[in-house]
């Protein structure tokens, strides 16, 4: 059984920066991508970020030029670094490893509990 374990969420006022860190209970090597996905109130859940095995990342539109996804492989962790936070922000952000299993890219995902990040004056 694989467990995520997040951290770093909490209260931060609009303009604010959080770092966000994803401590998966296995090598961060057995998953092919490691990514952030948020779900705020009355919402669906939504990709934020992506990074790849390679280091490769994809970032959402919508924070593109505020969060940062990396991972250190010698910590074995993924991070994710939000600056200038925004009211819309606010949402529980959970981790997800992605573990792809076929050719045809059927996967495994695994999720974290979530940790909440609330952007408020």
């Known amino acids: 059984q694989v467990q995520l374990v997040e951290s770093g969420g909490g209260l931060v006022q609009p303009g604010g920066s959080l770092e966000l860190s994803c401590a998966p209970s296995?090598?961060?090597?057995?998953?092919?991508?490691m990514g952030w996905y948020r779900q705020a109130p009355g919402k669906q859940r939504e990709l934020v970020a992506v990074?790849?095995?390679?280091?490769?990342?994809n970032v959402a539109d919508s924070v593109k030029d505020r969060f940062t996804i990396s991972r250190d492989n010698a910590r074995n962790m993924v991070y994710l670094q939000m600056n200038n936070l925004k009211l819309e922000d606010t949402a529980v952000y959970y981790c997800?490893?992605?573990?792809?299993?076929?050719?045809?890219?059927?996967?495994?995902?695994?999720w974290g509990q979530g940790t909440q990040v609330t952007v408020s004056s």
């Open positions: 990074i790849t095995s390679d280091g490769i990342t």
């Open positions: 296995r090598s961060i090597f057995s998953f092919d991508r």
């Open positions: 997800k490893a992605i573990r792809v299993v076929n050719v045809e890219g059927a996967t495994f995902d695994y």
